[in-house]
T-cell receptor, first 111, second 112 residues
Framework: SQQGEEDPQALSIQEGENATMNCSYK?????LQWYRQNSGRGLVHLIL?????REKHSGRLRVTLDTSKKSSSLLITASRAADTASYFC???????????FGGGTRVLVKP | EAQVTQNPRYLITVTGKKLTVTCSQN?????MSWYRQDPGLGLRQIYY???????DKGDVPEGYKVSRKEKRNFPLILESPSPNQTSLYFC???????????FGSGTRLTVV
């Protein structure tokens, strides 16, 4: 079963704009991860945030985690056409354990 | 290059003909998983392994088998494939310790 829900399901923005997507999960977690997938290819790990962290940055990515609301957000700043992809959140109850994925957000960045 | 290698990339087969999708990683990772991705259903875990000879069922294990005889390999076996197993399959591995997973490029399976 899919634990996570992502919002929005699809997002279309102009190059240079910021893209924000949200993820909710249902049970307690050890960490939450974000992945990118380009057009049916393999997923690429972007960033991991632990349950005791509230915010994390990696390059143009900013992730927040609110465990009281069981939600996370991914912000991509100054988007580029190459950021066009589907983005998935995945929760993990214990380190190394299985990932439970959300439904994904399709992001289209128009040049 | 550190990677997860799946083979084949594409496979069309007939109902009932046993097949194996291979997965190999060269990163000495302990954790390995198989997922299937279907439109509208997202990614669902089939089986996972925490080490050699240690495997456990994921969310959708019916119709699949796995084995982990060596650390680097984690094949997915479909003993009697059926059309509802037509899907995009991904193998992934992780060192654990709150690190992300590295995914293979995927195997697109069609069962007719």
């Amino acid at each position: 079963s899919q634990q996570g829900e992502e919002d929005p399901q699809a997002l279309s923005i102009q190059e240079g704009e910021n893209a924000t997507m949200n993820c909710s999960y249902k049970t307690s977690i050890n960490n939450l991860q974000w992945y990118r997938q380009n057009s049916g290819r393999g997923l690429v790990h972007l960033i991991l945030i632990r349950s005791n962290e509230r915010e994390k940055h990696s390059g143009r990515l900013r992730v927040t985690l609110d465990t009281s609301k069981k939600s996370s957000s991914l912000l991509i700043t100054a988007s580029r056409a190459a950021d066009t992809a589907s983005y998935f959140c995945a929760s993990q109850k214990a380190a190394g354990n299985k990932l439970t994925f959300g439904g994904g957000t399709r992001v289209l960045v128009k040049p | 290059e550190a990677q997860v290698t799946q083979n084949p990339r594409y496979l069309i087969t007939v109902t009932g003909k046993k097949l194996t999708v291979t997965c190999s990683q060269n990163m000495n990772h302990e954790y390995m998983s198989w997922y299937r991705q279907d439109p509208g259903l997202g990614l669902r875990q089939i089986y996972y392994s925490m080490n050699v000879e240690v495997t456990d069922k994921g969310d959708v294990p019916e119709g699949y088998k796995v084995s982990r005889k060596e650390k680097r390999n984690f094949p997915l076996i479909l003993e009697s494939p059926s059309p509802n197993q037509t899907s995009l399959y991904f193998c992934a591995s992780s060192i654990g310790q709150e690190r992300g997973y590295t995914f293979g490029s995927g195997t697109r399976l069609t069962v007719v």
